[in-house]
């Protein structure tokens, strides 16, 4: 994760307020993995992560549009969590 930030120019800090705050959260049926949706600077981002009862592991981060995101909830690769 630490890598695919830094290649991409996000701030791990920033990932992590987005991961621990943001309301916007929905499953991905196809990985089993849980996304997060908010916005970095002026992008929105969606960061694919794992949470077990102790930590919460950020896999990877992409920048992405409203079309995707609305796209992927209506063919229910994302569902709501």
Same mark, same amino acid.
Request: charged share 30%; net charge positive; no cysteine.
């Given at each position: 994760? =630490?890598? %695919? +930030? @830094?290649? %991409?120019?996000?701030?791990?800090? =920033?990932?992590?307020?987005?991961?621990?705050?943001? @309301?916007?959260?929905?499953?991905? &049926?196809?990985?089993?993995?849980? #996304?997060? #949706?908010?916005?970095?600077?002026? =992008?929105?981002?969606?960061? +694919?992560?794992? +949470?077990?009862?102790?930590? #919460? &592991?950020?896999?990877? #981060?992409? @920048?992405?549009?409203?079309?995707?995101?609305?796209?992927?909830?209506? &063919?229910? %690769?994302? &569902?709501?969590?």
């Amino acid at each position: 994760m =630490k890598y %695919r +930030a @830094a290649l %991409r120019g996000f701030d791990l800090d =920033k990932i992590e307020d987005i991961v621990r705050y943001s @309301a916007e959260r929905y499953l991905d &049926t196809e990985t089993g993995r849980q #996304i997060v #949706i908010g916005h970095h600077n002026q =992008k929105l981002v969606m960061i +694919a992560y794992e +949470a077990n009862q102790t930590s #919460i &592991t950020p896999i990877t #981060i992409h @920048a992405t549009t409203r079309q995707q995101i609305r796209f992927r909830i209506r &063919t229910r %690769r994302y &569902t709501l969590e």
